[in-house]
């Protein structure tokens, strides 16, 4: 059997880990053989793979990135998309696919496999979180330690010169990101997607914090929006999926404390600092774990299913369920962080 593997979407730490542990337990126990196919979806609609041995993912556990390459390339926006696939899947013998992504990746696999028969097997991936039916993601924890210590160092700087400094971290529909390292960071104010802010509520919680003679840090998700306004974003254009570039909101809170409040206030945002560089020693568990009952899944013929992390078992559940809904932060996780605000 001949095993097609991509990574769609973003990028995020522990991709690579994913990866090996797919071809070390596909070659070495089910005696497959790999193809690696280019740049997510793209890759199935040019046709673009290499082969995937033992000796191509030998020392790739702990790189960032993709050794094969990602994209948002969404293979269902073509007409001919599907027809395609199945030419690429033909010509490089492919029997089945391992799709490694997230809410969007993983909706283009449900599809194929619900419509069109194409045989798919789910990992789930994005430093999001937000992707539903499994308790984490891999390169949610590795963002959330590099805002963390973001989030440290902030706090001396602002303290030294008295002044707000707010940090913008990913998360463009949900807060995760922002939720656990604000905690972790011991941040002043945590603003999320889910819940609009109160932009005076929050200049409330930053006089406080001066009161007290501590300068504030504030974390806020790209996605997170003022309760009166809109959602900050880079440019109006879509990729493939029609989503926008967001990032901008932090700049435009800053702007908006120092206005009302009169306290110098410059924000940091942290980007793709998030998502690259090496996993942490958690990702790098959750994506081995997840490529090795991946590829479990295919010898069995578990097609249509994702793997996913329930406690610290990994079990198979419907792609559909994962991609239904997002994971969103419910209101009681939020509201258990409000006591350090201000
Ligand atoms: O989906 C993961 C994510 O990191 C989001 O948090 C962020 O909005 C988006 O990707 C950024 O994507 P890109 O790198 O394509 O601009």
């Keep these: ?46 046709g673009t793979a290499r082969p995937l041995d033992i000796a191509s993912v030998h020392g790739i556990l702990p790189l960032g990135g993709t050794i094969i390459g990602a994209s948002r390339t969404n293979p269902l926006a073509a007409e001919d998309g599907v027809d395609r696939i199945r030419e690429t899947l033909a010509r490089e013998d492919v029997d089945a696919l391992v ?62 010169h008295m002044r707000v400094l707010v940090c913008e971290v990913m998360g463009r529909h949900s807060g995760w990101i922002a939720l656990h390292a604000g905690l972790a960071g011991g941040a002043d104010a945590i603003l999320v997607p889910e819940r609009p802010f109160d932009v005076d509520q929050v200049c409330g919680w930053m006089d406080s914090r001066f009161r007290a003679s501590h300068a504030p840090v504030v974390v806020i998700s790209e996605g997170a929006k003022p309760s009166e306004g809109d959602l900050v974003v880079k440019d ?38 998030q998502r690259g560089g090496t996993p942490s020693a958690f990702d790098r568990w959750l994506a081995t774990r997840f490529g090795l009952h991946a590829v ?11 793997v996913a992390l329930h406690g610290t078992d990994i079990v198979r559940v419907p792609i559909a369920d994962a991609v239904a809904t997002l994971k969103t932060v419910p209101d009681v996780l939020y509201e258990e962080a409000g006591v350090f605000f201000g």
């Design 1 to 46: 059997m001949r095993v097609g593997v991509l990574t769609g979407g973003g990028d995020c730490p522990g991709l690579n880990a994913v990866i090996r542990a797919i071809v070390r337990k596909g070659v070495q126990e089910h005696g497959f053989a790999f193809t690696g196919f280019r740049d997510g979806w793209r890759g199935l609609l040019d």
């Design 296 to 306: 479990d899944a295919v010898r069995d013929g578990d097609f249509g299913t994702m």
């Design 99 to 160: 799709v490694i992504g997230g809410e969007d990746t993983l909706g283009v696999a449900n599809e194929l496999v619900e419509r069109h028969g194409i045989p798919c097997v789910g990992v789930p991936k994005t430093i999001d979180n937000d992707l539903s039916a499994t308790d984490f993601t891999f390169g949610f924890d590795t963002a959330v330690g590099v805002a963390t210590q973001a989030v440290d160092r902030l706090h001396t700087t602002a303290d030294s």
């Design 236 to 273: 109006a254009s879509t990729d493939s999926f029609g989503h926008v570039r967001l990032s901008g909101i932090g700049d435009w809170l800053a702007g908006e404390i120092e206005a009302r409040t009169g306290h110098e206030a410059r924000t940091t945002v942290l980007g793709h600092t």
